[in-house]
């Protein structure tokens, strides 16, 4: 005589079937509405992966090209825009004290000398790695004058709660009569 309570192979069997098909259904929806998801911001909104890649040799940093220190810190472009060039390595950014005008479209290029870093701006949306081998650019308008803090927020090793630096924003007008007396601006002391 059979046991009444037992379970009944071939429906347990059914019963796993049916649940591993939901679940087969489920991670295809999930697929392919991942896919869509790209496929839609790609074509609608023309986002794709980072394409523009910009490198630089981390060891000849200090000796040659946009990075050498002389040309470190902001610059007035002929356009009237401003460039600052920053370099992170373990433990500092350089230069320490970043000073940019108010009103004025800043482009940030950043590289690493050593490590991956981070490059992010207190009250702002500049948040960024900086890579050893590739040139980080980010673009930005600050409306006021203001004093931020620009620490490191990316673990580099045992000085890296120690990696600060500031970023200095003046009034257009005083940006631009020091520019005239001086090629590359910082407010490092
Ligand atoms: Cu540099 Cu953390």
Not at 22 to 50: E, K, N, Q
Not at 127 to 138: A, C, K, L, Q, R
Not at 148 to 175: N, S
Request: charged share 15%; aromatic share 8%.
């Amino acid at each position: 005589m059979s046991n009444p309570t037992a379970p009944d192979p071939h429906e347990s069997a059914a019963v796993a079937e049916r649940i591993e098909r939901r679940w087969a259904i489920l991670v295809c929806a999930l697929v392919a509405s991942t896919v869509a998801m790209v496929i839609y911001t790609g074509v609608h909104w023309s986002m794709m992966p980072p394409s523009r890649v910009e490198t630089i040799r981390p060891e000849t940093l200090h000796v040659q090209g946009e990075f050498i220190e002389s040309n470190l810190g902001s610059a007035v472009e002929p356009d009237g825009t401003v460039t600052v060039r920053v370099i992170a390595q373990q433990y500092s950014f350089t230069p320490q004290c970043l000073l940019v005008p108010a009103d004025t479209p800043i482009t940030f290029r950043a590289t690493s000398a050593d490590v991956v870093h981070g490059f992010l701006v207190t009250d702002t949306n500049i948040n960024s790695m900086v890579e050893p081998g590739y040139i980080s650019t980010f673009k930005t308008t600050f409306s006021a004058p203001a004093d931020h803090l620009m620490p490191c927020h990316e673990y580099c090793g045992t000085g890296h709660q120690g990696m600060w630096a500031h970023v200095k924003v003046i009034d257009r007008a005083d940006f631009l009569q020091m520019a005239a007396h001086s090629r590359r601006l910082s407010c490092v002391k």
